[in-house]
């Protein structure tokens, strides 16, 4: 079976090209979020835990509890070290069930003294095995706080990052991002659905920070999609945000807006690979 967030070894060139989704959380049922995979055609998902879980909901007022839920963290809220160890344990529960499926990544409050947040990193993310930190969810404004997360995966040899970046990720913050990346250049960060309303901001700043990636789940403008990947196809990721988005519609964008070949093959999964060193 292998430890939580093991990868195997990468294919042979003979095989097809190994498709990842770079953004998903942790599901209840987690078989429906394989089942969901399956149907796209993905091979392995980055598997973040989360605090709410709208998949959960019955009805409109079911949803709107795990949305309030979602609306509280994303400002800010819900980060106490319980909440965060009641979704650490979901996530290491799904990644030692299923550890050919997901590659773990481990998200941390970014409210806390930097030396906390050191100490953290250095017991949930890198002690456990996992493959990078995220999804991190500065409230708006305050993307600032993201930087010892940033010293810290420096010190770890560059781990990946990813940060929420639709609303409420300001346009401000997507520029802070940028500067911060500019001081990290050895560690990747990676800026999430396709930053919102900010996206072609977002693809400007990845574009001149050559340690930045986008991300582009939940994007709901077609021509966004194809911009990105036109603009910066090395730097660009699939992902679906699920169970907020799906698989099978997020790989349909991809593909709608590229001919099978090379640049696809980047964009489905091969610049995620070869980032995780295991293509």
Partial sequence: ???????????SLLEEPLIIDAHSHVHDPVESHLAALDDAGVDRAVLFGTRPHPERAVDLVSLRREMGVLDSALAGGENSLDKYRTAWAELHEALAAHPSRFIG?????????????????????????????GELTPPAGEAARIEPVLAAAHDHGGLPVVVHGSAPTTGEDLRTLSRLAARYPAVPLVVSQL???NWMAAIEMVKDTPSMYVELSTANIIFAVRLAIREIPERTLFGSDAPYGDPVLARTTVERVTPPGEVRDLVLGGNLGQLLGIL
């Fill in 105 to 133: 990544f481990g998200s941390i409050p970014v409210d806390l003294p930097a030396e906390d947040i050191a100490v953290l990193i250095d017991r949930e993310v890198v002690g456990r095995g996992l493959r990078g930190i």
């Fill in 1 to 11: 079976m292998g430890l939580p967030g093991r990868i195997p070894a990468a294919r």
């Fill in 195 to 197: 930053g919102g309303t």
